[in-house]
């Protein structure tokens, strides 16, 4: 393969995030998969439903930055609960969410730290419940903070 021009290399299959490949760091040879990348964007649409309560540190949201929202059925409000903050996993990552046009003022999500955790400093909610709203939360490894909104 040394002696091929990439444009002469065979397409490539869509990436699920375990490949792994090597990284050049100073004078070593790491390894590491795609999951681990920094700055990795990964979109998530995710349907709200009033009763159906979410939990953010569910497996299938640990590679999500981007989370759009779209509501489904009756008027009401649904938790969702954010991922452990203090979670190896979850330090220094950012998460965005948004809601769509299938939002209104009868429909909320409420961003809900875990147990013990909190919120911009408070173990209050943030709720979601209009068209476009936005938010984006970081977490120090302890608690999670708002560092933009969108209204």
Known sequence: M???????????????G??????????????????????????KAQTAQSTVAVDLDDSDYDNAKLIKLSWSGASGTVVYT?????????TNRVIRLISDSTFSNNTKVRLTPRSGQN???SSSYYEINKAYEGIA????GTEWFVIQKKA
């Open 119 to 121: 919120l911009d400093g």
């Open 18 to 43: 375990t490949e792994v490949f090597a990284v050049v760091q100073s004078d070593a040879t790491k390894q590491v998969s795609v999951k681990n990348l920094v700055h990795k964007y990964i979109a």
């Open 82 to 90: 954010l991922p452990d903050a203090a979670s190896s996993k979850n």
């Open 2 to 16: 040394a002696d091929k021009k990439i444009s002469q290399l065979d397409s490539a299959s869509a990436l699920v």
């Open 137 to 140: 939360i970081w977490s120090d």
